[in-house]
């Protein structure tokens, strides 16, 4: 007794042979394959089940050789054809290189539309060193600053021809460390960090290499050299105090957020001192602790407004936001002004509404991509206003909404 080598494991049926015809098998033999018997054959004999149809070839040739449909690919060569066109030409015209006038691009375009062609991204690579995708990892995708930079980002690589590779580190050093080994398989041109928390191994290991990096919204400190983009926060926070000043404000508290994670937060906070110093008649609260949840951000809030603050400005927006989800009192919201860095939608959605301190975080990311490409292409120039240490700053600008508007 013999058992089918394809169907051992799941019916167990022993190999049976119908001698009246010498075509016909009522069993498989061994290795043979069953694809080429009806289906409803195999459910009342119990062969694994329609699922095995149509996934092997026929050894034998009692049935006839089946072959496998594998669908055609359109070509570089078909697509000239259609056009009428050299393989050369074409080339040119869908990479947009040599002289190849407006009409024929078109031509060889609507060709190729026509046709379904999609360009073999490998042998693109393989012709010029480069994989036409970049990497982008940032701390937390929820958080809406972030992921308005992920749309800008990608928005300006597309435009530029690369496709991009977006991942999220959660704050977790492990999933930071994969991320830039995936970056590294996949041969990437480059990647776009914002740094978060202890400066990563890898990472040095792909400096090391001269992989570009650029940092985007924070420096690593750790890492003098590496291009970097981001805001200052002086225009934006100095034009904030004139406001509040103007507006009568003489208190005025400023919660930095996190600053134990970034050196972005500290910055701001020097800023918002160095700015109060040089206004008279203002006087400045940092508030460091007190806004780790929303119960603790609002019985601050109310110690704050208790001692005489009559305005807060948010060196992060996601204080902000646990702040004003708090029950107030009518007449503290129609008088304590808040001002929060970040231009989120949510600042526009409550009333009156928070101004806030942008920092042109589309225009942060444009230029983020441009100086990496710039690292990338041969030729490309540099955005302007990049400092010798190839750092470039946005301005930060003030938006009052309002109490201040």
Known sequence: MEFCDVCYGCCHQPREQDHSSPTKSVMPRRGER???????????????????????????????????????????SD?????????????????????ISPPTKDRVRRAAMELGYIPDSRARSMRSSRSHAVGLLVPDIRNPY?????YAVQDQLYSAGYAPLIG??????????????????????????????PTS??????????????????????????????SDPVPGLEAALDALAARGCRRVA?????????????????????GVDARQGLTGLVVRQGFEDRPLAAATMRHLLGQGVDAVIFGY?????????????????????????????VFQLISPQVSVISQQVDRMGRQGVDMLLSMIEPGRQAPEGMSVDRRLRTQTLFVPRGLLA
């Open 34 to 76: 069953l694809h080429h018997l009806p289906l409803y054959w195999k459910l009342t004999r119990g062969l694994c089940g329609p699922t095995t149809v149509g996934l092997v070839r026929s050894k034998t040739s009692d049935f006839g050789r089946v072959r496998r449909r594998v669908p055609m690919s359109v070509t570089i």
């Open 79 to 99: 697509v000239a054809k259609q056009a009428g066109m050299s393989v050369s030409t074409v080339s040119q015209a869908l990479n947009d290189t040599g002289r």
């Open 201 to 230: 191994p890898m990472l040095r290991t792909m400096l090391a290499r001269e992989f570009p990096v650029v940092f985007v919204d924070r420096p690593d400190r750790t890492l003098p050299g590496v291009p970097l983009v981001d």
């Open 317 to 345: 927006s996601a204080d902000a936001i646990k702040a004003i989800a708090m029950e107030w009192d009518s007449d503290q919201r129609s008088r304590v002004p808040l001002v929060s860095f970040d231009d989120l939608e």
């Open 168 to 197: 999220v580190s959660s704050c977790q050093a492990s999933r930071e460390e994969d991320y830039y080994r995936i970056l590294l398989s996949r041969h990437m041109d480059g990647v776009l960090v914002v740094p978060d928390g």
């Open 254 to 274: 400023f919660v930095p957020g996190p600053e134990s994670r970034s050196y972005t937060f500290r910055e701001r906070e020097q800023a918002f001192l160095d």
């Open 146 to 150: 972030f992921s308005e930079l992920v």
